[in-house]
């Protein structure tokens, strides 16, 4: 069984992405979105006008200083591979829980995966679903994911 990683997430975010369940690469190195091709933290660091670094820890400090949350959809799951197709026997995580009492206003779902996991509505939190930042979606440029996302969070952040 693949076991999420641990929410990124303050008292203080307004904004929780949620991807689908860590890849491979990603529990390898114990890290959200390790792999070296996906675009998220790219994306986000040019959303967010930081500097971009390695260092694991101040990317998710970058996030929190911002008032983003980052979570996966799936809490456990069996997979073959990285890609979401492959997912079988999906624990959803309990993200209201998460939030309960928080200042979220915004749920970022960030792919099909993610967006096809998550079956809440949550008065007074809008929930958008954005094109996936995975190598594995390369119908869209890194220029079309910045503009997308970043035309997305604008009013939350």
């Known amino acids: 069984m693949i076991k999420s990683f641990d929410p990124v997430f303050n008292e203080n975010c307004k904004i929780l992405i949620l991807g689908s369940c860590p890849s491979i690469k990603s529990l390898e190195q ?15 660091f040019a959303i967010c006008g930081a500097q971009p670094t390695d260092d694991y820890n101040a990317k998710k400090q970058m996030l929190l200083n911002n008032g983003i949350g980052l979570w996966d959809t799936i809490g456990l799951c069996e997979r073959v591979g990285s890609l979401d197709s492959a997912i ?37 939190v809008d929930i958008i679903y954005l094109p996936s930042t995975s190598p594995a979606n390369a119908k869209y440029s890194f220029d ?10 604008q009013k939350y952040i």
Request: with cysteine.
């Open 30 to 44: 114990g890290e959200y979105y390790a792999h070296k091709q996906n675009r998220f933290w790219r994306v986000m």
């Open 144 to 153: 079309n994911l910045f503009e997308i996302w970043q035309k997305a969070l």
């Open 88 to 124: 079988t026997n999906a624990v959803p995580n309990d993200i209201p829980a998460l939030i309960k009492n928080s200042k979220v206003k915004c749920i970022v779902l960030n792919g099909n995966k993610a967006k096809s996991m998550f079956k809440h509505k949550i008065g007074g």
